[in-house]
């Protein structure tokens, strides 16, 4: 059994070499660009607190602090990291195909560009969407709550890994239609089964929401509210690759009897 699986393994250890190398490639630009890609990280941080001052005046006092020797050295090379593999995910992507490609037939095969184009969009999206909507509405809601007892002090390095979280997650959510679309073109999963499965989605989509989003109703329901949609949007893209087909029942002739037949 090992022996068959060992063309595998090599495979996927070659994939996943080039893709941690394209990693560290993107690291070493991002890095030389640590100090704007962390003034984006914190941006929605420093919005919220400076929102914040004008509801609780103790707020205006918060500021952003590194509880380490070397915090900011650290938190340098986390952003650089995370930004690397944002730029790196279309070739990662793509060596996750050429690791499937080999199972599957020649008209799957096609299925690259959509793949690669298509998770490396949707992850975009669901980065972005989490930037310029959830964070700054769930970032200012935290630090408001109890700000009138409480003074913000925020450690940078608990808020990268916070932040970061955030983003991986919608960006993992936002690739459903692409999940889907790839599991209807290969004939995995019909419309019917999607709609069939969609009050247990509901569950695991709030679920979901609950674990990746800050603890408060206003991020989980912003993250919950776009995957139904977008669980929805997927049901529509089955249905256009892979319908379910409705057996007909065969109709049976009966013999019609003879007006002469005794």
Same mark, same amino acid.
């Given at each position: 059994?090992?022996?068959?699986?060992?063309?595998?393994?090599?495979?996927?250890?070659?994939?996943?070499?080039?893709?941690? @190398?394209?990693? &560290?490639?993107?690291?070493?630009?991002? &890095?030389?660009?640590?100090?704007?890609?962390?003034?984006?990280?914190?941006?929605?941080?420093?919005?919220?607190?400076?929102?914040?001052?004008?509801?609780?005046?103790?707020?205006?006092?918060?500021?952003?602090?590194?509880?380490?020797?070397?915090?900011? &050295?650290? !938190?340098?090379?986390? !952003?650089?990291?995370?930004?690397?593999?944002?730029?790196?995910?279309?070739?990662?992507?793509?060596?996750?195909?050429?690791?499937?490609?080999?199972?599957?037939?020649?008209?799957?095969?096609?299925?690259?560009?959509?793949?690669?184009?298509?998770?490396?969009?949707?992850?975009?999206?669901?980065?972005?969407?989490?930037?310029?909507? !959830?964070?700054?509405?769930?970032?200012? &809601?935290?630090?408001?709550?109890?700000?009138?007892?409480?003074?913000?002090?925020?450690?940078?390095?608990?808020?990268?890994?916070?932040?970061?979280? @955030?983003? !991986?997650?919608?960006?993992?959510?936002?690739?459903?239609?692409?999940?889907?679309?790839?599991?209807?073109?290969?004939?995995? @999963?019909?419309?019917?089964?999607?709609?069939?499965?969609?009050?247990?989605?509901?569950?695991?989509?709030?679920?979901?929401?609950?674990?990746?989003?800050?603890?408060?109703?206003?991020?989980?329901?912003?993250?919950? @509210?776009?995957?139904?949609?977008?669980?929805?949007?997927?049901?529509?893209?089955?249905?256009?690759?892979?319908?379910?087909?409705?057996?007909?029942?065969?109709?049976?002739?009966?013999?019609?009897?003879?007006?002469?037949?005794?």
């Amino acid at each position: 059994m090992f022996e068959e699986m060992k063309p595998h393994l090599v495979e996927l250890r070659k994939r996943l070499g080039l893709s941690v @190398i394209a990693v &560290f490639i993107m690291f070493a630009v991002s &890095f030389s660009f640590h100090n704007e890609i962390l003034s984006w990280v914190t941006q929605p941080l420093n919005n919220a607190i400076a929102n914040t001052s004008s509801i609780a005046k103790k707020a205006s006092e918060g500021m952003v602090t590194t509880h380490q020797v070397g915090g900011a &050295f650290f !938190v340098a090379l986390k !952003v650089s990291f995370f930004a690397a593999f944002l730029g790196a995910l279309p070739y990662i992507l793509y060596q996750m195909w050429l690791f499937v490609a080999p199972g599957l037939y020649a008209n799957e095969k096609k299925m690259v560009i959509p793949f690669v184009l298509g998770g490396s969009i949707m992850f975009g999206m669901g980065v972005l969407f989490a930037y310029y909507v !959830v964070t700054p509405l769930g970032f200012e &809601f935290l630090i408001a709550f109890g700000s009138f007892l409480y003074t913000p002090m925020i450690n940078i390095e608990d808020y990268v890994g916070f932040f970061t979280k @955030i983003m !991986v997650g919608f960006g993992l959510a936002f690739e459903l239609p692409v999940i889907a679309y790839l599991l209807g073109a290969l004939g995995m @999963i019909t419309d019917r089964t999607l709609i069939d499965f969609f009050k247990y989605a509901v569950v695991l989509i709030f679920i979901l929401a609950a674990i990746l989003t800050p603890p408060d109703a206003i991020s989980q329901l912003l993250m919950a @509210i776009p995957l139904i949609i977008l669980y929805g949007l997927s049901i529509l893209i089955v249905r256009l690759v892979n319908p379910e087909i409705k057996e007909e029942k065969p109709t049976t002739n009966l013999p019609v009897k003879a007006d002469n037949e005794s």
